[in-house]
């Protein structure tokens, strides 16, 4: 198990907090969607109440190692001074002088927000003198953006190794639903896997073979599955570098009795396109239609499987859902995983966009803050701002 904060003691201590506030900021300074700060709020408030001096640091966008006022993180430090009850300060640059003294003048309890990491290029070359920079501002590491776990940078890996380190509740709760769920799922359990690429989905499938028995594909994947068994599929989505991946996948799953259920029927387009009409297709889709969504068919039969399970994983939208006629597969599935009862885990920016309008998600065993981190841990990879944590024993 991952040290966590609870099991340092933190008063008086400078802790250095990484935390995903990657949030969408328009061209007013306002934050859009705050979901990643809201998640984050818990472990800030219990360094805060356990008399730490809070030093927060998080990338936003890709400003590429250049300082850009489009990408500041000013606004989010504004949004803490009003949801914090104590002193929060800014600081324009992450290292440096301005820093240091900002930090030696913080009293227990204070918080401080660093400017974008990424305003350094060296943020991401993970480089270790950026990171000693880092590591000099603090006592104790706590790395809580589990959105760049998979990441090796200066502030999610290189600081790591040069300061006593934990995880945040955020972080902790990620790792502890996902690991239990994957290594020790309640049978049987049932994945659904959609989105357009392919070759990110491999890793996972490999790793879901050997833990259930059914696998529900459909988005745009599933073409490369469909088109590996023989099936037509027209001017559809397929990864013709991956077909031999799918055959094999889709052979060895039969011989170790996994049924990968794939689509049967769509609704398909003559262009892609926002407007594109809907055209209903069951069986071989003709040479002049591409595949945008699952069919009723598929639809009934992705829901028969769903409620055998006794745990789920979501991953991935079933169909061009940014399209308003393409949209149904994705929301009618996403319906049927807020009302599963056993423990679901879902995980992808689109999926949870998904879930989150079908419903009160509060109902799902965990909804993953993560996309390529969730992605990852779930295929069993390990996740260098995951690994080079402490871990700890625990008795009994
Ligand atoms: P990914 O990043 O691989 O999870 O893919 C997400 C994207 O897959 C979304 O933007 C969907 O619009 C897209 N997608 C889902 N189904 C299809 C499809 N049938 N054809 C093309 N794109 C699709």
Redesign the pocket.
């Known amino acids: 198990m991952k040290r966590t904060i609870k099991d340092i003691d933190v008063a008086g201590k400078r802790v250095l907090l990484r935390v995903d506030f990657n949030v969408p900021i328009d061209e007013n300074g306002i934050i859009t969607d705050d979901t990643r700060i809201k998640v984050e709020l818990p472990t800030i408030k219990y360094l805060i109440m356990h008399n730490a001096k809070v030093i927060i640091c998080s990338h936003l966008g890709r400003p590429d190692g250049d300082v850009n006022p489009k990408y500041s993180l000013l606004p989010v430090a504004k949004y803490l001074v009003k949801e914090l009850v104590g002193k929060v300060y800014f600081v324009s640059d992450c290292v440096g002088e301005e820093a240091e003294k900002k930090v030696e003048e913080l009293k227990d309890g204070d918080v401080l927000l660093l400017e974008n990491l990424r305003f350094h290029k060296e943020e991401e070359e993970n480089d270790s003198v950026f990171a000693q920079k880092l590591a000099n501002l603090a006592d104790i590491y706590v790395n809580d953006a589990f959105g760049t776990a998979h990441r090796k940078h200066a502030s999610t890996y290189g600081v790591a190794k040069l300061l006593p380190n934990a995880v945040g509740f955020l972080m902790g709760r990620e790792i502890n639903a996902i690991r239990s769920l994957i290594d020790n799922p309640e049978q049987p359990l049932v994945a659904i896997l959609?989105?357009?690429?392919v070759g990110?989905?491999i890793g996972l499938i490999n790793h879901l073979m050997g833990k259930c028995k059914t696998l529900l594909i459909?988005?745009?994947?599933?073409?490369t599955f469909l088109k590996a068994n023989g099936v037509s599929v027209g001017k559809?989505?397929v990864d013709d570098e991956k077909l031999d991946i799918a055959k094999e996948i889709l052979e060895r799953a039969k011989a170790n009795g996994v049924n990968i259920v794939l689509p049967c029927d769509y609704m398909c387009a003559e262009e892609?396109s926002p407007n594109a009409k809907a055209i209903k297709i069951d069986g071989d889709i003709p040479a002049d239609l591409?595949?945008?969504?699952i069919g009723k068919k598929t639809i009934k039969l992705f829901k028969k499987e769903i409620k055998k399970a006794k745990s789920l994983i979501w991953?991935?939208?079933?169909?061009?859902?940014?399209?308003k006629n393409?949209a149904r597969g994705t929301a009618v599935i996403a319906k049927a995983v807020i009302k599963f009862k056993g423990k679901a885990i879902v995980g992808?920016g689109?999926s949870v966009a998904a879930i989150k309008k079908a419903g009160d998600i509060k109902r799902i065993y965990h909804v993953s803050s993560g996309g390529g981190a969730s992605l990852k841990l779930m295929a069993g990879e390990s996740l260098p701002g995951v690994d080079i944590i402490t871990e700890i024993n625990v008795e009994g």
């Open positions: 959609g989105g357009a690429k990110d989905k459909g988005g745009g994947m599933a073409f559809s989505l892609f591409q595949g945008m969504d991953n991935g939208p079933l169909g061009v859902f940014e399209f393409f992808g689109d």
